[in-house]
């Protein structure tokens, strides 16, 4: 409580707005899955204030490129003021509704089309590297480590032999080539239904951003069309996968520029290997949060992760080695886990 009660007298020092008559109230507000909390306050208007521990959170990247995607037209919190000694921030509020709490059959067209405009202007920030570090072949191998570390050994207690590891290896080498094949841009990491708010004028507000890289095209388009947090029938998704190559065509094309993007086949390859990177790595992850720092909530979102995550395995033949040693090796001990939906339909409307 020593922390909030600092952050709740330093931001009293510097909030614009004005006090009620009982005085300042935090009231927590849900957070990401690092380590920053955040508090809303009962001023007028509201702002939102955020506890990052700065051995834990990279405060001066937060604010950095916070300022960059404003600047090119992204709306993030503003920010208003910051202590980066204590890890503390004063920010806009961009309010409660998140794209997850509205987005439904009838709602997902227009709240899709505004996102891909939003994710359009990322896209187009300078590659600037003391911004956004390299999303390259090693960060990504990193990623996919977690995998075997966390989701098969940690979780499911499965020790892996030479042969499974082979395997790994020759599959993660299939997904890092795709990768390093697409354009690179700036990525914002976490693009998706819980990092995406509509705000009252109908724009799009963007938070969660500070682990933004420069990497490949197509890695925040699955974020948002494959999320982990809900799910669209298959043929809506690639519809709207190849809607948004021809609004890169488009752009290029507006800009007097070439883009090297190519046929719709294996742009949509690129997305699905691009997608079975990101969910493997996300299964490291969620478990992760559920062994080392006691999150066991993201548990309950595996079942959808791994539905993607066998679907785009089973369909490419360079990963259906993968997808049958999954299901033999894997599922077995999956089926028996407190958290176990079957994966053929998770995700599916209720």
């Known amino acids: 409580m020593a922390d909030l009660n600092a952050l709740q007298n330093w931001f009293g020092e510097f909030q614009p707005g004005q006090l009620p008559a009982a005085g300042l109230q935090l009231t927590p507000v849900t957070g990401d899955a690092g380590f920053r909390s955040y508090y809303r306050s009962n001023t007028q208007p509201p702002f939102i204030a955020a506890l990052a521990p700065p051995e834990h959170e990279n405060n001066p990247a937060f604010v950095n490129i916070a300022i960059a995607m404003a600047r090119g037209g992204v709306h993030v919190p503003k920010i208003i003021a910051v202590d980066y000694e204590q890890g503390f921030l004063l920010q806009e509020d961009l309010g409660e509704t998140l794209y997850l709490d509205v987005l439904n059959n009838e709602s997902q067209s227009p709240l899709y089309d505004s996102a891909e405009a939003t994710l359009l202007q990322i896209q187009k920030l300078p590659a600037d590297s003391a911004l956004f570090p390299a999303y390259d072949a090693a960060l990504l191998s990193r990623e996919l480590e977690l995998f075997p570390e966390w989701f098969v050994t940690g ?9 499974a ?9 299939v997904l890092l080539d795709s990768a390093g094949e697409q354009p690179q841009v700036v990525v914002h990491r976490d693009f998706h ?7 009252d004028d109908g724009g799009v507000g963007v938070i969660d951003f500070q682990d933004a890289v420069f990497g490949p095209l197509s890695y925040d388009l699955v974020s948002l069309l494959r999320d982990c947090y809900i799910r669209w029938p298959q043929a809506l998704v690639e519809q709207r996968v190849e809607g948004f190559r021809r609004k890169l065509l488009a752009q290029a094309e507006a800009q007097g520029q070439a883009q090297a993007l190519p046929d719709s086949a ?10 079975l990177q990101r969910h493997l790595k996300v299964l490291g992850i969620f478990a992760r949060l559920s062994l080392r720092d006691g999150k066991t909530r993201y548990l309950d979102d595996l079942p959808l992760v791994l539905r993607y995550v066998l679907e785009v395995a089973q369909k490419h033949p360079e990963t259906a080695g993968f997808y049958h040693w999954f299901i033999e090796y894997l599922e077995p001990k999956i089926i028996g886990q407190d958290w176990y939906r079957p994966w053929q339909s998770a995700g599916e409307p209720t």
Do not use: E, I, P
Not at 155 to 163: H, M, S, Y
Not at 165 to 173: H, V
């Open 193 to 199: 239904s819980r990092n995406l708010m509509v705000l």
């Open 155 to 163: 979780l499911l207690d499965v020790k892996l032999d030479a042969q």
């Open 266 to 275: 294996t742009f949509l390859r690129w997305f699905d290997l691009m997608g």
């Open 165 to 173: 590891r082979n395997l790994l290896d020759d599959l993660f080498t």
